[in-house]
């Protein structure tokens, strides 16, 4: 019997992406149960959901493989495998993946957004490059949530390599445009903590922990790196009870 080139219709291909997002979310779910479980001191069932949650995340990953080889110039599925790919640690493959996506669609907004994102946390050697695909992201569509998102990136982008007045401005931009955007206000709460402006920051960081606690630990890491450096530059503020954190 002859070979027989098969074609899958395109509905059960659009299922195995389903079935990936169904698979995604389960193993998302069982990992959030890990650490209740070790807490309760119940090692075993820790043990179980995290190996469930591993094969979910296979099985997951096998489902947008195949459907990428029968699909393999959809774009929205390759920007979710992307997303896959990063929010699995496997941030290099992540840019290879949205390069492909890239090359079908080289001016879609949301996927120079994505790659920018993932240049920018593979460290020095691509900072240039996020820099220069972030910025391109804010050309296209200067007033848009992926332009906001893109300055915001901007902003931690230079704020880890130190170029504090790059960041400030790239928060404030990402303000402009999305002005109640956590991610933002934590940027420029690190900030005015750098600059010595402690009741300004004071201010932002109450309202900030009254809107959502998560959010006000979250800035903690921004905070203690931005009094750090506030010492490291020998920065002085009034030595008083409302200057004080």
């Given at each position: 019997?002859?070979?027989?080139?098969?074609?899958?219709?395109?509905?059960?291909?659009?299922?195995?992406?389903?079935?990936?997002?169904?698979?995604?979310?389960?193993?998302?779910?069982?990992?959030?149960?890990?650490?209740?479980?070790?807490s309760?001191?119940?090692?075993?069932s820790?043990?179980?959901?995290?190996?469930?949650?591993?094969?979910?995340?296979?099985e997951?990953?096998?489902?947008?493989?195949?459907?990428?080889?029968?699909?393999?110039r959809?774009?929205?599925?390759?920007?979710?495998?992307?997303?896959?790919?990063?929010?699995?640690?496997?941030?290099?493959?992540?840019?290879?993946?949205?390069?492909?996506?890239?090359?079908?669609?080289?001016?879609?907004?949301?996927?120079?957004?994505?790659?920018?994102?993932?240049?920018?946390?593979?460290?020095?050697?691509?900072?240039?490059?996020?820099e220069?695909?972030?910025?391109?992201?804010?050309?296209?569509?200067?007033?848009?949530?992926?332009?906001?998102?893109?300055?915001?990136?901007l902003?931690?982008?230079?704020?880890?390599?130190?170029?504090y007045?790059l960041?400030?401005?790239?928060?404030?931009?990402?303000?402009?445009?999305?002005?109640?955007?956590?991610?933002?206000?934590?940027?420029?709460?690190a900030?005015?903590?750098?600059?010595?402006?402690?009741l300004?920051?004071?201010?932002?960081?109450?309202?900030?922990?009254?809107?959502?606690?998560?959010?006000?630990?979250?800035?903690?890491?921004?905070?203690?790196?931005?009094?750090?450096?506030?010492?490291?530059?020998?920065?002085?503020?009034?030595?008083?009870?409302?200057?004080?954190?």
């Amino acid at each position: 019997v002859s070979a027989a080139f098969v074609v899958v219709p395109a509905h059960a291909s659009q299922q195995q992406i389903e079935q990936a997002r169904e698979k995604t979310a389960e193993a998302q779910k069982e990992l959030r149960a890990v650490g209740p479980a070790m807490s309760r001191g119940e090692r075993e069932s820790a043990r179980q959901y995290e190996e469930d949650a591993n094969r979910h995340f296979r099985e997951a990953g096998d489902l947008y493989r195949h459907h990428l080889s029968e699909s393999p110039r959809d774009v929205e599925a390759l920007l979710e495998y992307a997303g896959f790919q990063g929010f699995r640690g496997d941030t290099d493959l992540a840019v290879e993946t949205l390069r492909q996506a890239i090359e079908i669609e080289p001016e879609r907004p949301a996927t120079l957004l994505a790659l920018g994102q993932h240049l920018s946390m593979l460290g020095e050697k691509h900072c240039g490059e996020a820099e220069r695909i972030l910025r391109r992201v804010t050309a296209l569509e200067p007033d848009s949530d992926d332009a906001a998102s893109a300055w915001g990136t901007l902003g931690t982008h230079y704020w880890r390599l130190h170029v504090y007045d790059l960041s400030r401005e790239a928060f404030e931009k990402a303000r402009a445009i999305q002005p109640d955007k956590p991610g933002t206000s934590i940027g420029l709460i690190a900030q005015d903590v750098r600059e010595g402006k402690v009741l300004a920051a004071s201010d932002a960081l109450d309202a900030l922990s009254q809107a959502s606690p998560q959010l006000a630990s979250a800035a903690d890491r921004f905070v203690h790196e931005a009094l750090a450096e506030f010492d490291r530059t020998r920065r002085w503020f009034p030595d008083t009870a409302e200057n004080h954190l």
